[in-house]
Nanobody, 117 residues
Framework: QVQLVESGGGLVQPGGSLRLSCAAS????????MSWYRQAPGKERELVAF????????NYADSVKGRFTISRDNAKNTMYLQMNSLKPEDTAVYYC??????????WGQGTQVTVSS
């Protein structure tokens, strides 16, 4: 059974940091590229960051470049998103996605990040 479970979200003040995790099971994690997406209320889901199966960095949304860092540990079947210098506009539900070379995709259930004073 395929599972992607996000954790690490919460309430943080502007300028603060959070580290999100996405724990994967039920598939060969290292064969899948991984991504973080986010969706704010009333907005479409947007790509935040992407990482290849071997850990090569794909890209970041312009809005998070220099503040967010995506990484993965294939030995632990886990992907991370280190978020620094958080802004109120980073408030959203954050989702992880796994994508196989043959285009099969899996999504997690999301974790809420709220940036507010």
């Amino acid at each position: 059974q395929v599972q992607l479970v996000e954790s690490g979200g919460g309430l943080v003040q502007p300028g603060g940091s959070l580290r999100l995790s996405c724990a994967a099971s039920g598939f060969t994690f290292s064969r899948y590229s991984m991504s973080w997406y986010r969706q704010a209320p009333g907005k479409e889901r947007e790509l935040v960051a992407f990482i290849t199966g071997t850990g090569g960095i794909g890209n970041y949304a312009d809005s998070v470049k220099g503040r967010f860092t995506i990484s993965r540990d294939n030995a632990k079947n886990t992907m991370y998103l280190q978020m620094n210098s958080l802004k109120p506009e980073d408030t959203a539900v954050y989702y992880c996605k796994a994508r196989a070379p043959w285009n099969t995709e899996y999504w997690g259930q999301g974790t809420q990040v709220t940036v507010s004073s």
